[in-house]
């Protein structure tokens, strides 16, 4: 359904109509900042208890997230993940594996923008489809990468490369962590696996620099959001649609740059909340990662 033909009713239709936005926007918004609490919940109750707990909390957390903005579309989410698992777990490590999964996740991504595109930017199931599919074809690269003579890889792929398939239950909860099922970003198993067993904590001395950081990021995402709805009130698509033919051709050319610019910032929005959400609760992000890499 197109942003245009919404139920503006209730709570959410309220705050999108005031806003200018559509429901599914205002529900993702949500859902990105519903991160926090569910991160809470897990360094409370669930941090340093056994990873098939903290799994399954996090797949718990994710599914939720997933039926509530795209209710049974989120079977999708489901159905490769399977697939891509039956996949790894037959062929997993060689380069097959590779082809197949590309050709599989790519193929189901690209049919499901076929049947779902409209005339506008419709937040749908394939939104996080996109992010799925980079995961699951990084995990066969990984696989892979993990089957290879060592003296041939690089220092990342070492330290990233799996050197067995993970269990099904594991890649679930790294597909469904909640604070980056929707919109990513994007990371490796490896980085879950050792979120979950503890390692990251360890490594990272117990320092609060993530606080820090995390909250520029969320800062950073708030200011875009800002500027976003401001640019929208200035140059909005009405305003595009009905208006453009009226300016010259240099303001046309400057109008639709400033346009592009103004929606590209309610992607990087999205991207900043979501890892300020990864930074200050799940330190599953750049912050440890360096202190790592660095001193390895």
């Given amino acids: 359904m197109s942003g245009n033909n919404q139920d503006y009713s209730g709570l959410f239709g309220t705050l999108a109509?005031?806003?200018g936005c559509?429901?599914?926007a205002i529900r993702l918004l949500v859902s990105i900042f519903l991160g926090f609490p569910f991160a809470y919940i897990h360094r409370r109750f669930f941090i340093n208890k056994s990873p098939e707990l903290q799994h399954l909390f996090f797949i718990s957390c994710g599914t939720f997230l997933g039926a509530w903005n795209f209710g049974w579309n989120v079977g999708h989410s489901a159905l490769a993940l399977?697939?891509?698992?039956?996949?790894?777990?037959?062929?997993?490590?060689s380069t097959l594996s590779i082809i197949l999964t590309f050709v599989f996740n790519m193929g189901y991504l690209s049919y499901g923008y076929w049947i779902t595109t409209t005339d506008d930017y419709d937040i749908k199931w394939t939104m996080p489809h996109c992010v799925l599919t980079l995961r699951l074809i990084g995990i066969a690269f990984n696989l892979c990468d993990g089957r290879q003579d060592e003296s041939k890889l690089s220092a990342y792929q070492k330290k990233e490369c799996l050197k067995e398939l993970p269990s099904f239950l594991e890649i679930a909860a790294f597909v469904y962590l909640p604070g980056s099922f929707l919109v990513g970003p994007q990371f490796t198993v490896k980085r879950y696996q050792n979120y979950v067993s503890g390692v990251f904590i360890k490594e990272s001395g117990g320092g609060?620099?993530?606080i820090e950081a995390g909250f520029k990021r969320t800062m950073q995402g708030f200011l875009y959001l800002f500027f976003y709805q401001l640019?929208?009130?200035?140059i909005s698509d009405h305003y595009m649609m009905n208006k453009l033919d009226t300016h010259n051709y240099i303001s046309r050319l400057l109008l639709l740059g400033l346009w592009g610019r103004v929606n590209l910032y309610k992607y990087i929005c999205c991207w900043l909340l979501s890892e300020g959400v990864n930074i200050i609760l799940f330190n599953l992000l750049?912050?440890?990662l360096l202190k790592i890499n660095f001193n390895s």
């Fill in 17 to 19: 109509n005031t806003l």
């Fill in 22 to 24: 559509t429901v599914p």
């Fill in 82 to 93: 399977s697939a891509t698992y039956l996949i790894l777990l037959i062929f997993g490590g």
């Fill in 208 to 210: 609060s620099d993530h």
């Fill in 231 to 234: 640019g929208t009130y200035i």
């Fill in 286 to 288: 750049i912050i440890f």
